[in-house]
């Protein structure tokens, strides 16, 4: 199926650095949804975007949804241990009854304390 | 509130056999259940959509006859692999929308553990 272009692909900071990933897709859609996925879990999801050029926050998340509704970009600011995880992107084009999400490849983030 | 709970969490199964794997809405009334394929430092593949009280809609190039999915409730769908062979060994997730909410409120189960020896 199809999947989102996301990078970078892993990232190793250390502790109190901000971190930035994006992704950018050859499709629109209505939504950007950033999740977190722990080893061994599901992916919970972080943010929510609805709008083109919307910027939300959740703690030290933040997240853009781009004016073209193709791209979206996640920052993560003072960084700390428990931020650990792969981050993934996912894009949901609703038409009809489809809800289907589509996902990024994912960004290994690693923090060295 | 939105819980999603997959059992078992984890199972190991000889080859040629099936195994049943549980996707619940705990707290809220699912209309559609999603099941998902992961497999080591992959993305998660979306493998069927399943809307209670009809048939489920595979993606392309998943076997309907191999991944037997049943929503025969608002807060249970299963995943049956038939016949499992090494190569369906994988992580097994779900989601569930939420009747009440917007397209985009899906929760996701924790996800299940498949080994076929």
């Known amino acids: 199926g199809q999947q989102l272009n996301q990078s970078p692909q892993s990232m190793f900071i250390q502790e109190g650095e901000d971190v930035s990933m994006n992704c950018t897709s050859s499709?629109?859609?209505?939504?950007w949804l950033w999740y977190k996925q722990d080893p061994g879990e599901g992916p919970v999801l972080l943010i929510a975007?609805?709008?083109?050029?919307e910027l939300t926050s959740n703690g030290r998340l933040t997240a853009q949804f781009g004016i073209t509704r193709k791209d979206s970009f996640l920052n993560i600011s003072a960084s700390i241990p428990s931020d650990v995880g792969i981050y993934f992107c996912?894009?949901?084009?609703?038409?009809?009854?489809?809800?289907?999400?589509?996902f990024g490849k994912g960004t290994l983030l690693t923090v060295n304390p | 509130g939105a819980v999603v709970s997959q059992h078992p969490s984890w199972v190991i199964c000889k080859s040629g056999t099936s195994v049943k794997i549980e996707c619940r809405s705990l707290?809220?009334?699912?209309?559609?259940m999603f099941w998902y394929r992961q497999f080591p430092k992959q993305s998660l593949m979306l493998m069927a959509t399943?809307?209670?009280?009809?048939?489920?809609?595979?993606e392309q190039g998943v076997e309907k006859d191999k991944f037997l999915i049943n929503h025969a409730s608002l807060t249970l769908s299963t995943l049956t692999v038939t016949s499992a062979h090494p190569e369906d060994s994988s992580f097994y997730i779900c989601?569930?929308?939420?009747?009440?909410?917007?397209?985009?409120?899906?929760?996701f189960g924790p996800g299940t553990r498949l080994t076929v020896t």
């Open positions: 989601s569930a929308r939420d009747r009440r909410g917007g397209p985009y409120e899906q929760y």
């Open positions: 499709s629109i859609f209505n939504t």
């Open positions: 975007l609805y709008k083109a050029g």
């Open positions: 996912a894009g949901q084009y609703v038409g009809g009854s489809n809800y289907k999400l589509t």
């Open positions: 707290d809220f009334q699912a209309t559609t």
């Open positions: 399943s809307n209670e009280g009809s048939k489920a809609t595979y």
